[in-house]
């Protein structure tokens, strides 16, 4: 049997239904998982160490006695290794959160990339090699048409790196195949500071990427402005 995730975007179709519930849980698991965090404690505090203890919270709230129904079919892994046709062993890339919808047959999973954002952190990095461009390039594998990225806000507020990050995008819209501009993506249970941008990866293929922005500070003062 083939593997659904050997090429930069699967021909293998997954199930719509599958892939929307992937995406709907997944961003309310980040929500949930972030909710468990002291933001204060983690104000100067390293990418890996953050994307830790944010996976090791939503673990929690999958594993909880009074989780929701539909959390008993993810899982939720950190630092994996992605699988390519070129790159073997630990020369593969890794990612830095994998949720997986456990069902029979090909397993839809919803990559993120994360970012800090905050003092020599800018939003060039999160758009960059090493960033988005990691999904664009096909540097990552995917199992359909959506990925992620996080955005670890570490200084001012989301609101502010909202619109950095919009207008970062739009100019580079050439670089990364962007064909939907920034917008709010609000969902029940998602984080406040969620959106989506749209985009043609380097194959032509259609790329939705959906930002959640999570505030590691001390306290904010602004909601979502970026519509």
């Known amino acids: 049997m083939s593997d659904p995730l050997s090429s930069p975007a699967s021909d293998t179709p997954l199930a719509p239904a599958y892939t929307a519930a992937l995406r ?49 079919h993810y899982s939720v892994c950190e630092q994996v290794r992605a699988n390519t046709p070129d790159k073997f062993g630990k020369a593969r890339p890794i990612v830095d959160i994998e949720f997986e919808r456990h069902q029979r047959g090909s397993r839809p999973r919803l990559r993120f990339e994360a970012k800090r954002l905050g003092p020599a952190h800018p939003a060039s990095g999160y758009f960059g090699e090493g960033g988005l461009e990691s999904f664009t390039t096909g540097y990552y594998d995917r199992s359909h048409e959506d990925v992620g990225m996080l955005g670890y806000v570490q200084s001012d507020d989301r609101s502010e790196w909202a619109e950095k990050l919009s207008t970062e995008s739009v100019s580079r819209t050439k670089s990364l195949g962007l064909v939907e501009e920034w917008s709010a993506f609000p969902g029940e249970g998602f984080a406040p500071f969620t959106y989506r941008t749209g985009h043609h990866d380097e194959s032509g293929r259609t790329l939705n990427v959906f930002h959640v922005l999570l505030g590691f500070l001390g306290a904010e003062l602004s909601s979502p402005a970026v519509e």
Do not use: K, Q, Y
Not at 41 to 70: C, H, K, Q, Y
């Open 24 to 72: 709907t849980h997944a961003l309310t698991l980040l929500a949930l998982g972030h909710a468990r965090m002291t933001p204060a404690n983690f104000t100067t505090s390293e990418e890996d160490a953050i994307t830790g203890e944010l996976t090791r919270e939503m673990n929690a709230v999958i594993e909880d006695e009074s989780a929701p129904e539909w959390a008993e």
